[in-house]
């Protein structure tokens, strides 16, 4: 009998991409690149996940040359220069295992960043408009030149991005304000210029969230209508893969209908989805996983425990696996 799991195993192909499996690894944020620089240490550390069964390593955030991204100094960039050499070393030793990655473009608007000098939906003009575009093309042409396989937008979570898309964070009213369209607008503009900079046949990801890192309540979309209107612009825009981001993957999306986020994600574009939140976390939930629609399953925390999950959870090797505890994170391997 095929599990999940086995399903999971089977290489597919996303738009000229081929992945030797569905797993992805999601994006953690690990600050272990001081300067902004990847090092070899972090080389390392993807390669490991790449030797044992990962088809898609998504990056932690990696942010856009933009004085306002973050004042984080041991959070990787995607500059040119020795970041740009940094991240070339980490895609070779992932490709030289037969892995495929991706690089996530971050910006942390006001989530993080002191109010004073925080950029937020409301309070950026014309000129920072301009400036926020210019260092997203500079990061995907960075992306292409270091020879990532594919880019992931973070539009989720309460940063820069999710902000436009949550009335509770943008009151505008101009063309980047108002309904949920309206409210895409900006993320469509990232959307379309990232894609403009990178080689048309690299597959393009948009990761989006209802919850915010603030409020696990929040919403950007309260109906299934609204959420069309979001990821339609997203679409039109150029997203190729929709990474629909839960902290736990079985909840439904919205009431009355089992669905969780990337499965109306699909339903709603009808573009390749990733789900995650919580897989493996709990064993028992794994044969969940069959009734949800996504073509790939993000592993996040269980990740940063085991490298080998996915080798060990693929080959009836439960016993091996290690539980995650928050500690885990303070381990780097
Ligand atoms: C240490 C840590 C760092 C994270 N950093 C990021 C990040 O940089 N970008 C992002 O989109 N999500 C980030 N996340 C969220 C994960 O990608 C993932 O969605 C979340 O951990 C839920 O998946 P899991 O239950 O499998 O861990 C982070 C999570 C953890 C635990």
Do not use: C
């Amino acid at each position: 009998m095929s599990t999940p799991l086995d399903t999971l195993a089977r290489p597919i192909t996303l738009g000229k991409l081929d992945l030797s499996s569905r797993f992805v690894m999601a994006p953690m944020t690990r600050k272990r690149s001081p300067g902004g620089v990847p090092t070899a240490e972090n080389a390392a550390y993807y390669r490991r996940r790449a030797e044992h069964g990962v088809g898609l390593i998504i990056t932690e955030g990696a942010l856009i040359g933009h004085p306002s991204a973050s004042h984080e100094d041991d959070v990787p960039r995607l500059t040119p220069g020795p970041a740009e050499d940094g991240w070339r070393l980490v895609t070779s030793e992932v490709h030289a295992a037969g892995g495929r990655i991706a690089a996530q473009i971050w910006h942390l608007g006001s989530e993080r960043m002191p109010a004073e000098t925080a950029w937020t939906p409301d309070n950026i003009n014309i000129n920072g408009f301009d400036q926020l575009l210019q260092a997203y093309a500079q990061s995907a042409r960075v992306a292409a030149g270091a020879g990532f396989d594919a880019v992931e937008i973070h539009a989720a979570h309460g940063y820069l991005l999710d902000e436009f898309l949550w009335p509770h964070t943008n009151h505008r009213s101009d063309r980047f304000g108002g309904g949920p369209k309206e409210r895409a607008t900006f993320p469509a503009e990232v959307i379309r210029t990232v894609r403009d900079n990178i080689p048309e046949d690299m597959p393009l990801i948009v990761r989006f969230s209802q919850f915010k890192e603030r409020d696990y309540a929040a919403r950007i979309a309260d109906t299934p209508t609204e959420l069309g209107d979001i990821l339609g612009k997203f679409a039109e825009a150029g997203a190729d893969v929709l990474h629909a981001s839960q902290r736990r993957f079985w909840e439904p999306a919205f009431a009355g209908d089992p669905a969780n986020l990337a499965g109306w994600a699909k339903r709603l574009t009808g573009l390749p989805t990733i789900t995650v939140g919580s897989v493996g976390l709990d064993q028992t939930r794994l044969a969940d996983l069959a009734k949800h629609d996504a073509d790939l399953v993000a592993l996040g925390r269980v990740l940063i425990t085991n490298p080998d999950w996915v080798t060990l959870a693929t080959t009836g090797r439960d016993q091996e696996i290690r539980p995650y505890r928050k500690a885990d994170e303070d381990i780097y391997h």
